[in-house]
Structure formats: structure tokens, C-alpha cells
């Protein structure tokens, strides 16, 4: 199984976008991934179980002003990803994409503390493993999601109970 969850976001208005910014967003989210699962096409290809799973985004298909990088590199991701599937299928790797929201990340840290000031609600704790299993990691939030709610997509989809036409 592989999933690729690894992500660059630097957020910059296409007016002051500069190619290297462009360049590494690019390379880490969607170039790293595509290159990752061709290289253990012979590994899929052994399992039991062959899945890739690709963490986009739901930027993907709902874009916001500022972030042209970061969006077009999760898009890419997602038609690559069904790309994958189509060109796999009839071996039995199984791919698919979770596209969640803002998520309780280090790297989205600044962006929501911020929308909840606007909001005039309290920054949420920092990011630890006690913090995901205590109390605040179930507080309704109008603003994001914690890591460990995309875990029963994550689950599902590399099972061998999602078959095949997931």
C-alpha cells in the first residue's frame, strides 16, 4: 500500500508567484507522488491488497484566491490519481483520493488561528497526540478537521473490503 500524504503550501497571489515557489510546490505535490507509485508498481503488483491512496484536497475542486500553486498541484494530483486507477485497474491496484478540508496540521496552523480570531473563537491547542485524543479533539469547529477523521476513508479504501469499485 502506499499513501501519499506529503504536502507544500505557500501561499502567494499569482501576481508575486516566483517559478521556484511554483517549481517545489509542484515537485512535492504532485510530481513526489506520481514518481513514488511508479517506483513500487513492482511491490503493488505483489501484494495482497494493492491500494494507493492520494491525500488531495477539496481545494482541488473548490479553488480560493492566493494559493494558485497549492491548488493546481492537489487538482493535478487528483486527475493523476484517476489516471492511475484507469491505467491499473485490470491488475487489481486499487487507487483513490481523499480530499478533505482544512485539517489540524502544523502546516495550516497560522491560516486557522486566524480565521477563528476573525470568528472570535479561542485558537485551538497545539497539535499533540494527547490533544488528538482529548477533549478538544471532538469540539465542533467551524474552521477545520483533525488528522484522525480521515482515518476510516484512509482505512476503508486501503482494506481489502473497498474491492474494486471504490
Do not use: F
Request: aromatic residues 2%.
Amino acid at each position: 500500500m502506499l499513501v501519499n500524504n506529503a504536502g507544500l503550501e505557500q501561499p502567494t497571489r499569482l501576481e508575486s508567484i516566483e517559478a521556484e515557489a511554483l517549481t517545489r510546490t509542484l515537485r512535492v505535490n504532485l510530481q513526489a507522488p506520481v514518481l513514488l507509485a511508479r517506483s513500487l508498481l513492482p511491490q503493488l503488483r505483489r501484494s495482497a491488497a494493492p491500494s494507493v491512496v492520494n491525500i488531495t484536497s477539496i481545494h482541488d475542486a473548490v479553488p480560493y484566491a492566493g494559493n494558485v500553486a497549492y491548488v493546481a498541484s492537489k487538482a493535478g494530483l487528483e486527475a493523476a490519481g484517476r489516471t492511475m486507477a484507469l491505467e491499473l485497474a485490470a491488475e487489481g491496484i486499487r487507487v483513490n483520493s481523499i480530499a478533505p478540508g482544512v485539517i489540524e496540521t502544523d502546516m495550516n496552523r497560522e491560516v486557522i488561528d486566524g480565521s477563528r480570531q476573525l470568528r472570535g473563537l479561542e485558537p485551538r491547542p497545539p497539535l499533540t497526540g494527547s490533544s488528538l485524543s482529548g477533549s478538544h479533539a471532538r469540539q465542533a469547529t467551524l474552521t477545520s478537521g483533525w488528522p484522525d477523521e480521515i482515518l476510516g476513508a484512509w482505512s476503508h479504501l486501503t482494506s481489502s473490503r473497498s474491492g474494486s469499485r471504490c
